[in-house]
């Protein structure tokens, strides 16, 4: 009879907090490719009934969730809030700014002012494995990126 594997309460959060664990996770290199855009769709102006649906993609090293935090300030932020609606990561930022660059490419949509596109998430995200196959590189999702950084905090080789 095998025995039961039990997690220890609070084991990830002490990995997490680690000296060890924020160094490789600096030192790594993982990027996040971010759609960042709106809940819901946002007028163009007054009367307008049908709207538009304001997205990009961002590629950022720093935590994926905080990714439209720039765009919730100043003239961006006019009547809506931007929020990080999907995520992949890439290991390099190198790899996410090809990726972008390729989504960007494959994607239609209506250019808006200042380089939001009128495009929901999802019409995003569905190009991300696409993007992987074209580059050359695959993308991977958060257990994969903390799994990679996990391996090379226990080597030390920080």
Known sequence: MLAKVQPIEGAWQR??????FKKAE???GIAALCVVGTFDRQPR????NQGVHPSRLVVTTKDPKRAADNFNRGIHSVGALYHTQA?????TAGHGEKAKTWIEHQVGGEKLL???IDLEPWQWEIMFNEAATAIGVPCFDA??????????ARRGSV
Do not use: K, M, Y
């Not at 102006?45 to 307008?48: A, E, P, R």
């Not at 995520?87 to 290991?91: A, N």
């Not at 257990?143 to 090379?152: K, Q, S, Y």
């Open 114 to 116: 200042n380089n939001w």
């Open 45 to 48: 102006n007054f009367g307008d």
């Open 15 to 20: 990995l997490q907090s680690s000296r060890a």
């Open 143 to 152: 257990t994969e990126r903390a799994r990679r950084i996990w391996n090379l």
């Open 26 to 28: 600096e030192t790594c």
């Open 87 to 91: 995520h992949v990561f890439w290991p």
